[in-house]
C-alpha cells in the first residue's frame, strides 16, 4: 500500500514541476516576452532617448541580448562622437596657431 502512495505522491510532484516549467500539455501558450529595444536609426541617439529605454525582463535580470544590443549601439555613438571632439579641437588648434 506504501508503494501505491509513493507512485501517487511521486506522480502529483512531478505534474506540479512540469505545470511550473511550462510544459504541461494542455496549457495556453504564452507570447515570448521579447520586446524589441526601439532605439531611433535614422539620427544619433540623445540623452532623452537613453532615459526612455525600457529593457526587457528576463528571469534573472534584463534579457542580455538586448541589453548587448543598445551598449554597441552607445558605444559606437560615442567612439563616433569622441572622434568629431578630436577633429574639432584639432582644427581649433590649428586655427588658433595661425
Known amino acids: ?12 510532484l512531478l505534474a506540479v514541476v512540469l505545470l511550473a516549467l511550462g ?9 515570448p516576452d521579447d520586446v524589441v529595444v526601439r532605439m531611433p536609426q535614422e539620427r544619433a541617439m540623445v540623452a532623452s532617448d537613453v532615459e526612455a529605454l525600457r529593457l526587457p ?5 534584463y534579457q542580455m ?4 544590443e543598445v ?8 567612439a563616433l562622437r569622441d572622434a ?8 581649433s ?3 588658433s596657431e595661425e
Not at 57 to 61: M, Y
Open 84 to 91: 568629431e571632439i578630436r577633429q574639432l579641437q584639432a582644427g
Open 71 to 78: 551598449l554597441d549601439r552607445l558605444a559606437a555613438e560615442l
Open 23 to 31: 510544459r504541461g500539455d494542455g496549457l495556453v501558450e504564452e507570447e
Open 1 to 12: 500500500m506504501w508503494i501505491l502512495w509513493l507512485v501517487v505522491i511521486t506522480a502529483i
Open 57 to 61: 525582463l528576463a528571469l534573472r535580470g
Open 93 to 95: 588648434v590649428a586655427t
Open 65 to 68: 541580448a538586448a541589453v548587448d
